[in-house]
Structures are given as C-alpha cells and as structure tokens.
C-alpha cells in the first residue's frame, strides 16, 4: 500500500520570507499524481498545487512550486514570499490515478508571523 | 447553489445512535469519497464509489455504512456511533477526467458522547 509521509507537523515562517515543507511518498507505481492542499481555519480543503509523476517539469502556481525527486520519492512544496493568509494545514496527498481514492500525510502546520 | 454541500455541519450525538451524514454534489461527478480526519493522522479514507450503486471500503471502514441510489447524492451512517468516531467527516467527487482532482466538502464534525 501506498504511504505518504510528512515529517514536520508544525513549521512558521517570517512573513515575506520562503518556506518549505516537505514530503516523502512510498509506491512501486511509475504513473501517479501529486498534490498539496491547504487547509485554512475554516477547514475547506484547498486545492494548492498538482503534480503528475510522469511531467520531469516541477509545477508551479504563483507563489507555490514544487520540487519533485521522483527517485528519491520527495515531493516537497515551496512558498515564497510569505504571507499571513498561507498560515494554515497543509497535507501532501497521493493518488494512483483513474480516480483511486488520494492517500494523505498527517499534515504540517504552518504558521506565519508578521 | 452549485458544487458539493454536506449536512449537517455540526452534529453532537449519543452512544449507539443511529446517525447520517448527508452528502450532494451538482456536477453530475461519478467518483465521490467519504475521508475521516482526526488529529495525528491526517485524512483517511472510509468509502469510495464510482458510480451509483457501486461502493467500495476503504482504509477505516468498520461501523459505517453508504449507498449511492443517485449520482449527486452518498450518504455515511453510522449505525450505532461510538466515541471512537466523534471526527471530522469530508465528503469529495472527481469528475473522471485526466486530472484527478478531488473537490472536498465543508465538513462535518461529528461529536458522540
């Protein structure tokens, strides 16, 4: 089975400042797909950022970047310039794809000071 | 309005009640999913169904029961509730296409006392 691992459960960051969290994934699978979603105080689950096992090119939206090692299975996420509306729970996720359902690490909370 | 809704947001209930959790989505996706989330271990997945009237367990099945009658509608019952699944309760779909995007629910937290 496949685990996701996320091995800081809390981190802060200096508002304006980078940020990343990290995120180590276990499959004998060669196609899948990668995810970061975010989740505010408010407990939606958001939608950060995807990644697709099989694209060598890290994704990247806004602020948020990825740097995918596929061999080394670290998917970690990048936040730069920081702000006080990214303080919020972010889990790494994993799906096999064709719609199985997505694995999920524990989470890391990130806080941002001002 | 349109997208995924769950009902009730807020629900506090006894030992051995019976209790369900109510799910609709307006995007006609086929795949819809039940996650539990519970501190120290992130989400994990309790049923999944592909289309109407075709279920499958998941991760932490026991003590819960769905069907799918309708696409846009998959309902969680706790059949006799236990404090050990007091939680937060997310309903997702995914529309089937290349992306695999999963779009999650408000939520439900569910207290058994």
């Known amino acids: 089975a496949q685990t996701v691992t996320q091995s800081q459960p809390e981190m802060s960051v200096q508002e304006a400042e980078t940020v990343t969290l990290s995120c180590t994934y276990d499959t004998s699978e060669s196609d899948y797909y990668l995810f970061w979603y975010k989740q505010p105080p408010s407990r939606q689950m958001i939608l950060v950022i995807r990644?697709?096992?099989?694209?060598?090119q890290n994704a990247t939206e806004n602020r948020f970047s990825v740097n995918f090692q596929k061999a080394a299975k670290s998917f970690s996420l990048k936040i730069s310039d920081s702000q006080l509306g990214d303080a919020a729970m972010y889990f790494c996720a994993y799906s096999q794809g064709g719609n199985t359902p997505l694995v999920f690490g524990k989470g890391t909370r990130l806080s941002v000071i001002a | 309005d349109a997208g995924i809704t769950q009902s009730p947001r807020y629900k506090i209930t006894e030992t051995g009640r019976q209790v369900t959790l109510m799910c609709h989505q307006t995007?006609?996706?086929?795949?819809m999913f039940w996650y539990r989330q519970d501190l120290g271990h992130g989400l994990r997945l309790i049923y999944y169904s592909a289309a109407a009237d075709i279920t499958d367990k998941g991760e932490v099945p026991d003590g819960y029961v769905v069907s799918r009658s309708k696409t846009e509608n998959f309902p969680l019952t706790l059949e006799s509730a236990t404090r050990s699944q007091t939680s937060v309760y997310f309903c997702?779909?995914?529309?089937?296409?290349?992306?695999?995007?999963?779009?999650f629910g408000p939520g439900t937290r569910l207290t058994v006392t």
């Open positions: 990644q697709e096992a099989y694209k060598q």
């Open positions: 995007w006609s996706h086929s795949y």
């Open positions: 997702a779909s995914s529309v089937g296409l290349a992306t695999y995007e999963q779009y």
